[in-house]
């Protein structure tokens, strides 16, 4: 043992108190700062990542209701190719209008919730693509080619709220039904309001015309095919998104019920009112509101989740703050602590030898009486116990 401390020891032999003092305490204090540092800078992080999910909920709230416009413009936009020369298309052209300025204005106002300027560069990147083509279908004279670019735009918007999704964090939560919650309004329910979406147009503009050709009515058994197949993997996914959190269950059972019945209700409207009916004469505009209606069971249950995942957001941040909070304190008081024992001891040990030191030359000098009286119990005092021993056994 003593070979293998000796170069322990002949270091420490070299070495004045202070100096001995100084070395333990920088090789003892520097590897616990640096391990409180990266402590405290992950709870940071971590209650920085939750902020920047929570502000980027409400962009993501706007890209949702981007795409839901550019549905309702590509719908009227697909009425308006069949009926608009017939003067039956009803008031299509003016909201058509109306959506397209809003619209535009909606995709101007948007702007990155992230500092990353990489990111930037990306969000930006795509929003000013999708301002471009959305120009360019307003200029656009044919309005089978206008109907084709706003389809796009509707597949861009989709890819757009992914983009926010995953630039925020959301995407890649620590909480899985975060993640799923996440993935259900920007990958799962557009497929439920494209394909009604799809029926809506169809069906408004075969009732507008008085027949069902033979193309649409190819195309509505096709739609009818893709809503009962749709009907399995959406309640799936429903139940997937939903089963990981008792809390995400008890709040969005009932929207996600009423978005998924909607698909059934849109199927038995369309057989019922197009397909199977035994003539067209329905106004339009009524089939419209219906399946609008039913398109808007899935936007309510998005709005919904996106509510949801505010409030639990809040409530991690505001976790995440005490968390932070109370381990910044508790570090700063224990570090204050170890340097304010450490600052005693040194002094109590510099005293103790100091008086020590005093009381030996007085012995020196010949004086014999002065006693030595120790503060402290520890090796110090026992030494200056031995030392008054020593002086009165001379005595002697």
């Known amino acids: 043992m003593k070979s293998l401390l000796y170069p322990a020891v002949a270091l420490m032999n070299r070495l004045s108190f202070g100096m001995k003092f100084s070395l333990i305490s920088v090789l003892f204090l520097v590897p616990m700062l640096v391990t409180n540092f990266y402590l405290v800078r992950d709870s940071y992080r971590e209650f920085q ?46 909201q058509i209008s109306t959506l397209e300025q809003s619209v535009l204005a909606h995709l101007q106002g948007l702007t990155a919730m ?30 089978q080619s206008k109907s084709a670019l706003i389809g796009k ?33 920007t990958s799962v329910t557009p497929a439920v309001t494209q394909l009604l979406g799809d029926g809506r147009a169809m069906g408004s503009y075969s009732l507008g015309q008085g027949f069902l050709n033979s193309s649409s009515s190819t195309r509505f058994d096709e739609l009818l095919a893709q809503i009962e197949k749709l009907q399995a993997e ?53 089939f419209y509101d219906q399946v609008t209606g039913l398109m808007d069971q899935t936007y309510q249950l998005n709005e919904a989740t996106l509510t949801f995942l505010g409030n639990q957001l809040q409530q991690r941040l505001e976790q995440n703050r005490t968390h932070m909070i109370l381990q910044a304190v508790a570090l700063s008081v224990v570090f204050v602590l170890i340097f304010y024992l450490y600052g005693g001891f040194y002094a109590s040990t510099r005293t103790t030898l100091k008086r020590l030191g005093g009381v030996m030359d007085k012995v020196a000098a010949g004086d014999m ?23 009165k056994k001379s005595m002697i």
């Open 369 to 391: 009486t002065v006693t030595f009286s120790a503060n402290s119990r520890d090796e110090l005092g026992e030494l200056g116990e031995v030392f008054n021993g020593t002086v």
């Open 153 to 185: 735009l509707v597949g861009s918007a989709q890819i757009f709220s992914q983009i926010i999704a995953s630039q925020a964090g959301l995407s890649r939560d620590n909480q899985s039904d975060m993640r799923q919650l996440s993935e259900l309004i």
């Open 114 to 143: 992230t500092t990353d300027p990489e990111q930037i560069v990306v969000f930006d990147g795509k929003r000013d693509e999708m301002i471009a083509a959305f120009k360019a279908q307003q200029t656009e004279k044919s309005l």
């Open 49 to 94: 990542a939750t902020r920047v999910e929570l502000q980027s909920l409400d962009l993501l709230g706007s890209s949702l209701k981007l795409r839901r416009d550019l549905e309702t413009l590509n719908n009227l936009v697909q009425i308006n190719v069949v009926l608009g020369q017939s003067g039956k298309a009803g008031n299509a052209e003016s």
């Open 234 to 286: 959406y309640g799936l996914k429903l139940q997937d998104a939903l089963a990981s959190s008792k809390a995400a269950r008890e709040t969005l059972a009932a929207q996600a019920d009423s978005s998924k019945a909607s698909l059934k209700k849109a199927s038995e409207l369309f057989e019922e009112q197009v397909v199977m009916a035994d003539t067209l004469d329905a106004p339009w505009q009524g």
